[in-house]
T-cell receptor
Framework: GAGVSQTPSNKVTEKGKYVELRCDPI?????LYWYRQSLGQGPEFLIY????????DSGLPNDRFFAVRPEGSVSTLKIQRTERGDSAVYLC????????????FGQGTRLTVV | RKEVEQDPGPFNVPEGATVAFNCTYS??????FFWYRQDCRKEPKLLMS???SGNEDGRFTAQLNRASQYISLLIRDSKLSDSATYLC????????????FGAGTRLAVHP
């Protein structure tokens, strides 16, 4: 079956612009996660959804970052007033249950802020 | 201090070699432990969970020492296809929620 799908695969934006990154989880998966991976580092947790609600958003670095999952399926990560330091690969993952089953990652969106 | 620390490598080994990776974690409340594998410019994929009793999956053996807050991965009879970055991962909430990744150890297996 289809895996986690993320679009776009690459995004180049100018400093100060607004961007939206989309994640389509595996069908039926109720848990959805966003991570950010900078060059040479492991993924860093941003936010976790269980259904439509954000169960844990403690990893969002500041109020420029926001994520939604209005219908409990597709999620959008929104970044306002982008900065060069936001450049990274943004990874989405989903899992079937409440977190006790394997989370599967998408291939990520590579964001470059110039 | 990072929550999960790993030797970044790279480890360059010949085919057939045995190689060991080590990892330490700082939060004693960590409940779940994993090794993930990440190929260049690809997403991380679960290699194996790690249990206190130690566990083995084919050529891969993982060990956990909660007292020392130390996790290891042993790869026997290395294959060219084992070349990748190996990420040590812990979770304080249990399961796969809020995974904390190390920076990864790069392995290069050569003929």
């Amino acid at each position: 079956g289809a895996g986690v799908s993320q679009t776009p695969s690459n995004k180049v934006t100018e400093k100060g612009k607004y961007v939206e990154l989309r994640c389509d989880p595996i069908s039926g998966h109720t848990a959805l996660y966003w991570y950010r991976q900078s060059l040479g580092q492991g993924p860093e947790f941003l936010i976790y959804f269980q259904g439509t609600g954000a169960a844990d958003d403690s990893g969002l670095p500041n109020d420029r970052f926001f994520a939604v999952r209005p219908e409990g399926s597709v999620s959008t990560l929104k970044i306002q007033r982008t900065e060069r330091g936001d450049s990274a690969v943004y990874l989405c993952a989903s899992s079937p249950g409440t977190g006790d089953t394997e989370a599967f990652f998408g291939q990520g969106t590579r964001l470059t802020v110039v | 201090r990072k929550e999960v620390e790993q030797d970044p490598g790279p480890f360059n080994v010949p085919e057939g070699a045995t190689v060991a990776f080590n990892c330490t974690y700082s939060n004693s409340a960590s409940q779940s432990f994993f090794w993930y594998r990440q190929d260049c410019r690809k997403e991380p994929k679960l290699l194996m969970s790690v249990y206190s009793s130690g566990n083995e999956d084919g050529r891969f053996t993982a060990q956990l020492n909660r007292a020392s807050q130390y996790i290891s991965l042993l790869i026997r009879d290395s294959k060219l296809s084992d070349s990748a970055t190996y990420l040590c991962v812990v979770s304080t909430s249990g399961g796969y929620n809020k995974l904390i990744f190390g920076a990864g150890t790069r392995l290069a297996v050569h003929p």
